[in-house]
Nanobody
Framework: QVQLVESGGGLVQAGGSLRLSCAAP????????MGWFRQAPGKERDIVAAISWSGIIYYVDSVKGRFTISRDNAKNTVYLQMNSLEPEDTAVYYC?????????????????WGQGTQVTVSS
């Protein structure tokens, strides 16, 4: 089964930055929409950002102006640059790929998932 592999999580102070990466060793996803989700303890998994195969981008309101999603199809990798991090951004972050749909925003629309990477922002 195709597995995405996230990296780049960690512990950072409020106001700091992290860059998450997501690679897909077993699949070429240049035609897929890619998304970043996050899940805090006791909460549902929610969309953070998504990017279509053509580069159309969506951000949830709470991260607009702070996070940037990008993709490098030649490297089969998608990134999430996170700046001005806040304690409320603390969660496990998941990368996902959707084989159908232009810019899916719900977990059920995504076909492939990574194992998640922990992001902890201290105050």
């Amino acid at each position: 089964q195709v597995q995405l592999v996230e990296s780049g999580g960690g512990l950072v102070q409020a106001g700091g930055s992290l860059r998450l990466s997501c690679a897909a060793p077993g699949r070429t996803f240049s035609s897929d929409a890619m998304g970043w989700f996050r899940q805090a303890p006791g909460k549902e998994r929610d969309i953070v950002a998504a990017i279509s195969w053509s580069g159309i981008i969506y951000y949830v309101d709470s991260v607009k102006g702070r996070f940037t999603i990008s993709r490098d199809n030649a490297k089969n990798t998608v990134y999430l640059q996170m700046n001005s991090l806040e304690p409320e951004d603390t969660a496990v972050y998941y990368c996902a790929a959707a084989a159908y749909g232009l810019l899916p925003r719900t977990p059920g629309e995504y076909n492939y998932w990574g194992q998640g990477t922990q992001v902890t922002v201290s105050s």
